[in-house]
């Protein structure tokens, strides 16, 4: 599975961007997907997953939605009312695993990742 991750730029606070995850590969359908940002200094951490249900990260639920669409091969991330502590590198990734799903290392693929700046 490889995967390449799109949509993030600069954006007031407040505003909404979409990213895009584009994956390749016959399993992908099956696999679940999740997103992860990682912020200057700080760990990756957990944003959102998405498989036969989808888990978003507290900080986030409510304001983002994660998607996918299988004919496609495509993950979308739906970002709303965004703060600037949103600000990060946001990755895409699939897993082989089952479960919660939330850290990385639960994880066996991932994109380049994707740079969102949030101004105040």
């Known amino acids: 599975v490889q995967l390449q991750a799109s949509g993030g730029g600069l954006v007031q606070a407040g505003g909404s961007l979409r990213l895009s995850c584009a994956a390749s590969?016959?399993?992908?359908?099956?696999?679940?997907m999740g997103w992860f940002r990682q912020a200057p200094g700080k760990e990756r951490e957990f944003v959102a997953t998405?498989?036969?249900?989808?888990h978003y990260a507290d900080s986030v639920n409510g304001r983002f939605t994660l998607s996918r669409d299988i004919a496609k091969n495509m993950v979308y991330l739906q970002m709303n009312n965004l703060k600037p502590e949103d600000t990060a590198v946001y990755y895409c990734?699939?897993?082989?695993?089952?479960?919660?799903?939330?850290?990385?290392?639960?994880?066996?693929?991932w994109g380049q990742g994707t740079l969102v700046t949030v101004s105040s």
């Open positions: 990734a699939a897993s082989q695993n089952t479960g919660d799903l939330v850290y990385a290392s639960d994880y066996d693929y």
């Open positions: 590969g016959r399993t992908f359908s099956r696999l679940p």
């Open positions: 998405i498989h036969w249900s989808t």
